[in-house]
């Protein structure tokens, strides 16, 4: 397979990477301080959260395909700019309305996550982009675990509105830099939208691309589950404190990222789908052992928490290839592949927050949240075996 000569240069696509990480929750800490500026209920701010999180799921479904069609750069620059007049508006706000209103639209930075994939497997063959996408994954795992830090210290010392100043400093640089530095990868687009729709039953009817997404998206899945019930089980069973809580939800990313590092280092020697499948039965066999010991009666942080940090390696040795995987089922089509594999991730993760938040109390926390996270864990684990089924009656020719 012959490669463009040109590839966009890692940090670039890294800093994408962080940023649209960060957009979701740097600001966080601040949410206390938005409500009472606004005077608004902590009902309605919370739609700076979970809006978002439904504005970007959709979004996704439309920035792949029109950079399939139209060039990755010309839709990241779009992109960028609508994100830079958005963090100003949110800067600017008056009303919690217009400060809602912008803050939806600042969901175009995701454009950066989605189109740094597609640009990674424009110029890279399956194996190396899974390396990139290792590398470009351990910002996924640190943006978060530092953007409340950087978010609270911010408002502490110069209030909220500093986290949007920040954020409008970070576009504009972001914008300014691709404008200079990043060319065009996507040399294969389509000559009409109506041509590249009439090419997506070829992708929506490939078995393998919803293997690896599937397998992708109970992977994440986990880690929604992690999210929504940590912070139950950790104050009504333990008794944890605030800073404790954090240290917790810090360890599953850490891990992440550990397993990313790990991904990076392996995937020049072994076969990505040996990598994904590692992942997924590190992180079934470390929940299981969790909860069997749970259930035997050990129920200590070490047995609840400990079991938990798997699903961040297994997740970090997981995402990466698989990723990899589902956009070089049509590498034509890489960017739609990817939009579509970012909202059904964000979508389950949704949903299986909302079940297992629904079903979770102080009394059953503990084994729950375990069995949650393993009975996605392990589904990822079975979408990623048919996979690897079908790839054996017809072998990957990327």
Not at 240 to 265: E, H, N, P, V, Y
């Amino acid at each position: 397979m012959t490669q463009p000569a040109y590839r966009p240069r890692l940090i670039i696509l890294i800093l994408l990477t962080a940023v649209s990480t960060l957009s979701l929750n740097m600001f966080t800490p601040s949410l206390a301080n938005i409500a009472a500026d606004f005077e608004a209920s902590w009902a309605m701010v919370n739609i700076a959260i979970a809006g978002y999180l439904a504005v970007v799921a959709l979004l996704q479904l439309f920035v792949g395909p029109l950079s399939d069609r139209y060039g990755r750069r010309p839709v990241l620059l779009v992109s960028l700019v609508v994100f830079v007049v958005a963090s100003f508006g949110c800067l600017m706000a008056t009303t919690i309305e217009s400060f809602l209103v912008f803050r939806m639209f600042q969901t175009t930075v995701y454009a950066g996550w989605v189109l740094s994939m597609a640009m990674v497997r424009d110029t890279s063959d399956q194996r190396e982009a899974a390396t990139l996408i290792s590398l470009i994954s351990m910002a996924m795992a640190i943006a978060p675990m530092m953007g409340p830090l950087i978010g609270g210290s911010l408002d502490l010392f110069f209030g909220w509105r500093a986290n949007f100043a920040l954020y409008l400093g970070l576009g504009a640089f972001l914008l300014l830099v691709c404008m200079i530095d990043l060319k065009e990868t996507n040399h294969s687009r389509s000559s009409s939208i109506s041509q590249q729709w009439r090419s997506y039953p070829e992708l929506l009817g490939a078995g393998r691309y919803w293997g690896y997404v599937m397998c992708q998206s109970f992977s994440v899945g986990a880690f929604y589950i992690f999210i929504g019930g940590a912070p139950l089980v950790a104050t009504a069973v333990f008794g944890f404190s605030a800073a404790k809580l954090g240290l917790i939800i810090g360890s599953i990313t850490a891990g992440f990222a550990f397993g990313a590092f790990l991904s990076s280092r392996l995937t020049k020697g072994y076969p990505l789908i040996n990598l994904i499948i590692s992942g997924r039965v590190l992180a079934s066999a470390g929940l299981g052992c969790g909860l069997i010991h749970v259930l035997s009666g050990v129920v200590t942080p070490w047995t609840v928490f400990g079991a938990t940090l798997f699903v961040g390696i297994g997740n970090g040795l997981t995402v990466p290839s698989c990723s990899s995987g589902y956009m070089s089922v049509i590498p034509r089509l890489a960017g739609s592949a990817a939009g579509l594999a970012g909202t059904m991730a964000v979508a389950t993760g949704a949903l299986l927050t909302w079940i297992s938040g629904t079903m979770l109390t102080a009394e059953n926390g503990a084994y729950m949240l375990l069995g949650f996270m393993l009975a996605s864990s392990f589904s990822g684990l079975v979408a990623i075996l048919i996979v690897r089924q079908l790839e054996r009656r017809k072998p990957n020719q990327t």
